[in-house]
């Protein structure tokens, strides 16, 4: 029969040989960790050069098609009309129940052409596209809107919400627009279309959209 401290030499030893072994199991744990730790590493910085590149030739594409919209004269349709329905409902919360492009109306013999109509319950948001914006567009812009309602007469008792849609705007543009109140849309750092001074025109923090539609 074992005596005790036959049986406490026992313990410690076993108890030794634990520690050991756990000491190596952590170590290897801990270099295993380590190893772990610096391949995610790679693959993050891998992914996010991915990520980028994917993002430089998307703009890339986005320069190439612009440009050629803008050679065919197809700004309105290939750019700025399917860019309209998503902006609308993130600045101003509105699904619109009416999108025309390429509007014309007559009344009493004189015309009356419209690039981009989009009209919801109590807006209607008229989108004029140039390919090359000047200051003088802008007050274009803002006089023909304040005519709209009497070619369409339908839309009496709505806001009108001019829109100066382009590829690009000159700073100079884009700060006559922002002082005159008009909103404008373009690419954002060529990655998608969006209105560019809704904050600064609005007063509301950007992206937040209105309550109203």
Not at 100 to 112: A, Q, T, Y
């Amino acid at each position: 029969m074992l005596t005790l401290e036959t049986r406490i030499d026992s313990l410690e030893s076993i108890l030794g040989q634990f520690i050991v072994h756990t000491d190596v199991c952590l170590k290897r744990l801990e270099r295993e960790m380590s190893e772990f730790k610096n391949e995610m590493a790679e693959f993050k910085n891998e992914m996010s050069e991915f990520k980028n590149e994917t993002r430089r030739d998307r703009q890339e594409m986005n320069r190439q098609w612009a440009h050629l919209a803008k050679k065919m004269g197809t700004l309105e349709e290939d750019l700025i009309a399917p860019a309209v329905r998503p902006a609308l409902a993130r600045y101003f919360a509105c699904e619109p129940t009416y999108t025309g492009i390429r509007i014309r109306k007559r009344v009493g013999g004189e015309d009356f052409e419209i690039d981009m109509l989009a009209a919801s319950e109590s807006r209607v948001f008229m989108v004029e596209v140039k390919s090359t914006p000047k200051s003088e567009h802008v007050d274009e812009i803002l006089q023909k809107a304040a005519r709209l309602p009497e070619f369409f007469p339908e839309y009496n008792g709505l806001e009108v919400v001019p829109v100066f849609g382009s590829i690009l705007f000159p700073e100079n543009v884009m700060k006559y627009a922002t002082k005159r109140k008009l909103y404008v849309m373009a690419y954002r750092e060529w990655d998608y279309v969006d209105i560019l001074n809704f904050r600064e025109v609005s007063g509301e923090a950007s992206g937040e959209a209105e309550a109203a539609n």
